[in-house]
T-cell receptor
Framework: GAGVSQSPSNKVTEKGKDVELRCDPI?????LYWYRQSLGQGLEFLIY????????KSGLPSDRFSAERTGGSVSTLTIQRTQQEDSAVYLC???????????FGEGSRLTVL | GQNIDQPTEMTATEGAIVQINCTYQ??????LFWYQQHAGEAPTFLSY????GLEEKGRFSSFLSRSKGYSYLLLKELQMKDSASYLC??????????FGRGTSLIVHP
């Protein structure tokens, strides 16, 4: 497809389990961003990639969160030992360059029971 | 923090004009974004202002005053489909947008 693709769209997991969220950006977009959005809250920045490197990972809430990007394309956000406060919609966005218009995916809704 | 402030909710009448304000800390400023987000959907880009002044794009316009740390989004000829959340975001280091909590706009007949 032409847009940013995220999977899974919905994930329900038990507290303590690990989850992986995937983002497939628009082809040719060098910049990739992860945000999360909790109910009634704004978008919280998590991490930014330029190519395969992450010059800014200041938004990752704890060392349970990690992300990687391979081939300058697909990115995976991993949350280890999930907690209930991790429940949120995780949004991925890409842009052709920085600064630039961010194109968002539909998000992955994570529910931790 | 970035202290991005915008009203939580606004209501307006179909066909009217509404102005959504946004204030931010001026330090480390690298542009001001506005996004629209319908309930349950992804945010979509509306505008990006780097220089002072008003930029018009159809029914939507965005204004920036860098010295005052102030921006607004102006929506004209409101339509029911404009009911959505409007997100103000400040570009910071590496131009990464930092978002405010958003303004929920309700347009009624």
């Amino acid at each position: 497809g032409a847009g940013v693709s995220q999977s899974p769209s919905n994930k329900v997991t038990e507290k303590g389990k690990d989850v992986e969220l995937r983002c497939d950006p628009i082809s040719g977009h060098t910049a990739l961003y992860w945000y999360r959005q909790s109910l009634g809250q704004g978008l919280e920045f998590l991490i930014y990639f330029q190519g395969n490197s992450a010059p800014d990972k200041s938004g990752l809430p704890s060392d349970r969160f990690s992300a990687e990007r391979t081939g300058g394309s697909v990115s995976t956000l991993t949350i280890q030992r999930t907690q209930q406060e991790d429940s949120a919609v995780y949004l991925c966005a890409s842009s052709f360059d920085s600064p630039g218009e961010l194109f968002f995916g539909e998000g992955s809704r994570l529910t931790v029971l | 923090g970035q202290n991005i402030d915008q009203p939580t909710e606004m209501t307006a009448t179909e066909g009217a004009i509404v102005q959504i304000n946004c204030t931010y800390q001026t330090s480390g400023f690298n542009g001001l974004f506005w996004y629209q987000q319908h309930a349950g959907e992804a945010p979509t880009f509306l505008s990006y202002n780097v220089l002072d002044g008003l930029e018009e794009k159809g029914r939507f316009s965005s204004f920036l005053s860098r010295s005052k740390g102030y921006s607004y989004l102006l929506l004209k000829e409101l339509q029911m489909k404009d009911s959505a959340s409007y997100l103000c975001a400040k570009g910071g280091g590496s131009y990464i947008p930092t978002f405010g909590r958003g303004t929920s706009l309700i347009v009624h007949p």
